[in-house]
T-cell receptor
Framework: AQSVTQPDIHITVSEGASLELRCNYS??????LFWYVQSPGQGLQLLLK??????LVQGIKGFEAEFKRSQSSFNLRKPSVHWSDAAEYFC????????????FGTGTRLKVLA | NAGVTQTPKFRVLKTGQSMTLLCAQD?????MYWYRQDPGMGLRLIHY???????AKGEVPDGYNVSRLKKQNFLLGLESAAPSQTSVYFC????????????FGNGTRLTVT
Protein backbone atom coordinates (compact mmCIF):
# COMPACT_ATOMS: atom_id res chain seq x y z
CA ALA A 1 0.00 0.00 0.00
CA GLN A 2 1.12 3.53 -0.67
CA SER A 3 2.18 5.42 2.43
CA VAL A 4 4.21 8.34 3.71
CA THR A 5 6.06 8.25 7.01
CA GLN A 6 7.41 11.20 8.91
CA PRO A 7 9.17 9.54 11.84
CA ASP A 8 9.61 12.66 13.94
CA ILE A 9 6.46 14.09 15.48
CA HIS A 10 8.28 16.97 17.14
CA ILE A 11 11.70 18.51 16.51
CA THR A 12 13.31 21.34 18.45
CA VAL A 13 16.29 23.25 17.13
CA SER A 14 18.06 26.45 18.11
CA GLU A 15 17.84 29.45 15.87
CA GLY A 16 20.75 29.41 13.43
CA ALA A 17 21.18 25.65 13.62
CA SER A 18 20.71 23.37 10.65
CA LEU A 19 17.56 21.36 10.16
CA GLU A 20 16.66 18.06 8.55
CA LEU A 21 13.13 16.68 8.54
CA ARG A 22 12.73 13.10 7.46
CA CYS A 23 10.23 11.68 5.03
CA ASN A 24 9.99 8.11 3.77
CA TYR A 25 7.48 6.90 1.24
CA SER A 26 6.21 3.63 -0.09
CA UNK A 27 5.13 3.74 -3.72
CA UNK A 28 5.73 1.39 -6.60
CA UNK A 29 6.45 3.87 -9.35
CA UNK A 30 8.40 7.11 -9.46
CA UNK A 31 6.55 9.41 -7.12
CA UNK A 32 5.70 13.06 -7.29
CA LEU A 33 6.91 14.45 -3.97
CA PHE A 34 5.92 17.56 -2.10
CA TRP A 35 6.75 19.37 1.11
CA TYR A 36 4.24 21.75 2.64
CA VAL A 37 4.46 24.06 5.64
CA GLN A 38 1.56 25.00 7.88
CA SER A 39 1.79 27.97 10.22
CA PRO A 40 -0.69 28.13 13.12
CA GLY A 41 -4.19 28.92 11.93
CA GLN A 42 -3.19 28.79 8.30
CA GLY A 43 -3.56 26.43 5.40
CA LEU A 44 -0.74 24.41 3.91
CA GLN A 45 1.71 26.25 1.71
CA LEU A 46 3.89 24.49 -0.84
CA LEU A 47 7.60 24.65 -0.02
CA LEU A 48 8.95 22.58 -2.90
CA LYS A 49 8.20 19.70 -5.22
CA UNK A 50 10.07 16.95 -7.03
CA UNK A 51 8.90 15.39 -10.25
CA UNK A 52 12.03 14.24 -12.05
CA UNK A 53 15.55 15.28 -12.94
CA UNK A 54 17.96 16.75 -10.41
CA UNK A 55 17.41 14.97 -7.14
CA LEU A 56 18.23 18.07 -5.09
CA VAL A 57 15.40 20.57 -5.34
CA GLN A 58 15.30 24.10 -4.05
CA GLY A 59 12.23 25.64 -2.55
CA ILE A 60 11.02 28.81 -0.98
CA LYS A 61 12.26 30.28 2.30
CA GLY A 62 15.71 28.74 1.86
CA PHE A 63 14.55 25.11 2.06
CA GLU A 64 15.84 22.27 -0.07
CA ALA A 65 15.07 18.56 -0.28
CA GLU A 66 16.89 15.58 -1.68
CA PHE A 67 15.21 12.65 -3.37
CA LYS A 68 16.97 9.35 -2.72
CA ARG A 69 15.34 6.54 -4.64
CA SER A 70 17.41 3.81 -3.00
CA GLN A 71 16.24 4.91 0.43
CA SER A 72 12.70 5.90 -0.59
CA SER A 73 13.33 9.19 1.14
CA PHE A 74 12.71 12.86 0.48
CA ASN A 75 14.23 14.72 3.41
CA LEU A 76 13.80 18.45 3.88
CA ARG A 77 16.78 20.56 4.91
CA LYS A 78 17.65 24.10 5.81
CA PRO A 79 21.18 25.26 6.65
CA SER A 80 20.20 27.88 9.20
CA VAL A 81 16.80 27.97 10.86
CA HIS A 82 15.02 31.22 11.66
CA TRP A 83 12.48 31.67 14.45
CA SER A 84 9.81 32.23 11.80
CA ASP A 85 10.33 28.65 10.56
CA ALA A 86 8.47 27.31 13.59
CA ALA A 87 5.50 25.51 12.04
CA GLU A 88 4.27 22.08 11.09
CA TYR A 89 5.73 20.42 8.02
CA PHE A 90 4.03 17.84 5.87
CA CYS A 91 5.52 15.52 3.29
CA UNK A 92 3.19 14.23 0.58
CA UNK A 93 3.28 11.87 -2.36
CA UNK A 94 1.27 12.47 -5.49
CA UNK A 95 0.27 9.43 -7.48
CA UNK A 96 -1.15 8.75 -10.90
CA UNK A 97 -2.81 5.53 -9.80
CA UNK A 98 -5.17 4.53 -7.05
CA UNK A 99 -8.18 6.34 -5.73
CA UNK A 100 -6.51 8.86 -3.46
CA UNK A 101 -4.11 10.89 -5.49
CA UNK A 102 -2.27 12.57 -2.65
CA UNK A 103 -0.97 10.78 0.41
CA PHE A 104 0.19 12.86 3.34
CA GLY A 105 2.46 12.10 6.23
CA THR A 106 1.23 12.92 9.72
CA GLY A 107 3.48 15.95 9.99
CA THR A 108 6.49 17.14 12.00
CA ARG A 109 6.07 20.07 14.33
CA LEU A 110 9.16 22.28 14.47
CA LYS A 111 9.95 24.38 17.49
CA VAL A 112 12.73 26.98 17.25
CA LEU A 113 14.57 28.13 20.36
CA ALA A 114 15.82 31.69 20.47
CA ASN B 1 -4.81 36.91 -6.27
CA ALA B 2 -7.09 35.17 -3.76
CA GLY B 3 -6.31 31.53 -4.62
CA VAL B 4 -8.57 29.31 -2.49
CA THR B 5 -11.03 30.97 -0.14
CA GLN B 6 -13.00 29.18 2.53
CA THR B 7 -15.95 30.46 4.51
CA PRO B 8 -16.62 30.55 7.39
CA LYS B 9 -13.37 30.48 9.35
CA PHE B 10 -14.95 29.25 12.57
CA ARG B 11 -18.24 27.59 13.40
CA VAL B 12 -19.80 25.99 16.46
CA LEU B 13 -22.68 23.57 15.98
CA LYS B 14 -24.84 21.56 18.29
CA THR B 15 -25.21 17.84 17.67
CA GLY B 16 -27.78 17.26 14.96
CA GLN B 17 -27.51 20.68 13.34
CA SER B 18 -26.57 21.09 9.71
CA MET B 19 -24.23 23.45 7.92
CA THR B 20 -22.47 24.07 4.64
CA LEU B 21 -18.86 25.05 4.13
CA LEU B 22 -18.07 27.03 1.01
CA CYS B 23 -14.86 26.82 -0.99
CA ALA B 24 -14.08 29.08 -3.92
CA GLN B 25 -11.02 29.07 -6.17
CA ASP B 26 -10.05 31.58 -8.83
CA UNK B 27 -7.31 29.56 -10.58
CA UNK B 28 -9.58 27.74 -13.01
CA UNK B 29 -8.54 24.40 -11.52
CA UNK B 30 -10.47 21.32 -12.54
CA UNK B 31 -9.80 19.35 -9.36
CA MET B 32 -11.04 20.27 -5.91
CA TYR B 33 -10.83 18.47 -2.60
CA TRP B 34 -12.10 18.57 0.96
CA TYR B 35 -9.81 17.35 3.73
CA ARG B 36 -10.15 17.17 7.47
CA GLN B 37 -7.19 17.60 9.76
CA ASP B 38 -7.08 16.02 13.19
CA PRO B 39 -4.14 15.95 15.62
CA GLY B 40 -1.72 13.14 14.86
CA MET B 41 -3.68 11.96 11.84
CA GLY B 42 -2.47 14.28 9.13
CA LEU B 43 -4.88 15.14 6.35
CA ARG B 44 -7.67 12.78 5.39
CA LEU B 45 -9.59 13.16 2.15
CA ILE B 46 -13.36 13.47 2.59
CA HIS B 47 -14.61 14.03 -0.96
CA TYR B 48 -13.16 15.32 -4.17
CA UNK B 49 -14.24 16.51 -7.58
CA UNK B 50 -12.62 16.05 -10.98
CA UNK B 51 -14.65 18.75 -12.65
CA UNK B 52 -17.86 20.74 -12.63
CA UNK B 53 -20.83 18.54 -11.85
CA UNK B 54 -18.75 15.64 -10.53
CA UNK B 55 -18.05 14.39 -7.02
CA ALA B 56 -16.42 11.30 -5.59
CA LYS B 57 -15.86 9.78 -2.17
CA GLY B 58 -12.55 9.98 -0.46
CA GLU B 59 -11.14 8.18 2.53
CA VAL B 60 -13.64 9.38 5.16
CA PRO B 61 -16.88 10.39 3.38
CA ASP B 62 -19.49 9.24 5.92
CA GLY B 63 -21.63 12.03 7.34
CA TYR B 64 -20.67 14.51 4.61
CA ASN B 65 -22.07 15.49 1.26
CA VAL B 66 -20.61 17.72 -1.45
CA SER B 67 -21.66 19.55 -4.57
CA ARG B 68 -19.78 21.17 -7.44
CA LEU B 69 -22.40 23.07 -9.41
CA LYS B 70 -19.89 25.62 -10.64
CA LYS B 71 -16.27 24.97 -11.53
CA GLN B 72 -14.97 27.51 -9.07
CA ASN B 73 -17.03 26.38 -6.07
CA PHE B 74 -17.00 23.21 -4.00
CA LEU B 75 -19.45 22.92 -1.11
CA LEU B 76 -19.17 20.57 1.85
CA GLY B 77 -22.31 19.82 3.82
CA LEU B 78 -22.95 18.22 7.16
CA GLU B 79 -26.58 17.12 7.38
CA SER B 80 -26.58 16.09 11.04
CA ALA B 81 -23.44 17.11 12.86
CA ALA B 82 -21.80 14.78 15.37
CA PRO B 83 -19.05 15.51 17.91
CA SER B 84 -16.74 13.22 15.89
CA GLN B 85 -16.89 15.82 13.13
CA THR B 86 -15.14 18.38 15.29
CA SER B 87 -12.09 19.13 13.19
CA VAL B 88 -10.34 21.62 10.97
CA TYR B 89 -11.54 21.40 7.38
CA PHE B 90 -9.41 22.36 4.42
CA CYS B 91 -10.39 22.86 0.84
CA UNK B 92 -7.77 22.48 -1.86
CA UNK B 93 -7.55 22.62 -5.62
CA UNK B 94 -5.09 21.46 -8.25
CA UNK B 95 -4.56 21.87 -11.96
CA UNK B 96 -4.04 18.14 -12.42
CA UNK B 97 -4.54 15.44 -9.85
CA UNK B 98 -1.58 13.69 -8.30
CA UNK B 99 1.08 15.50 -10.31
CA UNK B 100 0.32 19.14 -9.57
CA UNK B 101 0.72 20.69 -6.15
CA UNK B 102 -2.37 21.33 -4.08
CA UNK B 103 -3.41 24.87 -3.29
CA PHE B 104 -5.05 25.11 0.12
CA GLY B 105 -7.49 27.47 1.74
CA ASN B 106 -6.92 28.70 5.28
CA GLY B 107 -9.30 26.24 6.82
CA THR B 108 -12.52 26.19 8.82
CA ARG B 109 -12.40 25.22 12.48
CA LEU B 110 -15.62 23.40 13.33
CA THR B 111 -16.65 22.45 16.84
CA VAL B 112 -19.65 20.22 17.43
CA THR B 113 -20.95 20.17 20.98
Amino acid sequence: AQSVTQPDIHITVSEGASLELRCNYSYGATPYLFWYVQSPGQGLQLLLKYFSGDTLVQGIKGFEAEFKRSQSSFNLRKPSVHWSDAAEYFCAVGTTSGTYKYIFGTGTRLKVLA
Amino acid sequence: NAGVTQTPKFRVLKTGQSMTLLCAQDMNHEYMYWYRQDPGMGLRLIHYSVGEGTTAKGEVPDGYNVSRLKKQNFLLGLESAAPSQTSVYFCASSQRTGVSPLHFGNGTRLTVT
